[in-house]
């Protein structure tokens, strides 16, 4: 599989750009900027830096991610991998001792096609897997 973005949690997205610009990213202006997405209660934004991308998260406090911000603050707490077979790949990384944390759903601040699943496992972390339809 190909990594897709870091998932990384802030506070607040329009504040948090300008210190990641610091560093060299660019708002990828292939998706939306502080998109809202009602379901997960958070606000997202993609930043490039070279082949890097990364995802800003900014959860709501009603929001089940808020949880991880407050417990991470501003810190990377995923990786995001593409993959052809979301529910197939999810069953192969079952089967290595991954755990299904969040079934696959719509993932509308990537794309109208885009769906995603969250798994974690105790020895790699949380990771995304990223479908894109086409």
């Known amino acids: 599989?190909?990594?897709?973005?870091?998932?990384y949690l802030v506070?607040?997205?329009q504040k948090s750009i300008p210190a990641f610009e610091?560093?060299?990213y660019q708002v990828d202006d292939r998706f939306p900027v502080d998109f809202w997405d009602a379901s997960r209660m958070a606000h997202f934004a993609f930043l490039r830096c070279g082949g890097y991308c990364i995802e800003l998260i900014a959860p709501a406090k009603e929001s089940p991610l808020y949880a991880l911000y407050r417990q991470y603050k501003c810190a990377p707490y995923h990786m995001c991998y593409l993959c052809e077979g979301l529910e197939e790949t999810i069953e192969r990384l079952k089967e290595k001792g991954f755990m299904l944390?969040?079934?696959p759903a719509p993932a509308p601040a990537i794309g109208e096609t885009a769906n995603v699943a969250f798994l974690i496992s105790a020895r790699a972390g949380m990771v995304e897997l990223?479908?894109?339809k086409k």
């Open 130 to 132: 990223l479908e894109e």
């Open 101 to 103: 944390f969040l079934a």
């Open 1 to 7: 599989m190909k990594v897709h973005h870091i998932g």
């Open 22 to 24: 610091a560093l060299g």
């Open 11 to 13: 506070k607040e997205i």
